[in-house]
């Protein structure tokens, strides 16, 4: 964390964004700062930030829709702020793409510490990515595999599958142009 990171907020109340870029602020950070998801989101598009601090409950477009669609091109850590706290909706903020959970009313020094831990995961990772960054995924007429998520789509339906399950599948879509016998798959 030698550079100062850019931090984008993103909260509908203004008190709010306030705070957590007075404190962020104070630990040299450089804070930006969205009222509506429509609006982050596009700003995160544009802009490589090292932390999305996102709020769940905004007008034009709530965070959840923010992070679906900021995950298909993105992978910028992202922690969710939000009043609700119950566990279906902080595992669905996981499922959509969320890095951290934390509930409204939060502790502004807790963020601060949170968004660090985040940072310092990140840079200790950094090596680990190239500047393309490619998806595997592979795209059949009415079948997806993305093997970043592990996740099977058919006609845009999710499909669970066990991991031997998965894992036959992947290999066989990879052998495409290939005839394979039993003896082969072991």
């Known amino acids: 964390m030698s550079e100062e990171a850019r931090i984008l907020v993103v909260d509908d109340e203004e008190r709010i964004r306030r705070l957590l870029k007075m404190y962020l602020e104070r630990e040299n950070f450089t804070i930006e700062e969205a009222d509506n998801g429509e609006t982050a989101l596009e700003m995160a598009l544009e802009t490589e930030y090292d932390v ?24 910028t850590p992202i922690v969710m702020l939000t009043a609700k706290g119950e566990e279906t909706n902080r595992v669905h903020g996981f499922e959509m793409g969320a890095d951290d959970y934390i509930v409204k009313p ?57 991991p031997k399950e998965y894992e036959l599948l992947y290999f066989l879509a990879k052998q495409t142009d290939k005839v394979l016998s039993l003896i082969h798959i072991s």
Do not use: W, Y
């Open 52 to 75: 999305i601090l996102l709020d769940l409950m905004m007008p034009k477009m709530d965070g959840m829709q923010v992070c679906e669609e900021l995950r298909k091109t993105k992978a």
């Open 106 to 162: 939060f502790s502004p020094r807790e963020v601060v510490l949170r968004v660090k831990a985040i940072l310092r995961r990140a840079s200790a990772t950094k090596f680990l990515h190239t500047d393309a960054k490619t998806k595997d995924v592979i795209v059949f007429p009415h079948l997806t595999i993305d093997n970043d998520a592990h996740r099977v789509t058919v006609e845009s339906q999710e499909v669970n599958l066990t």
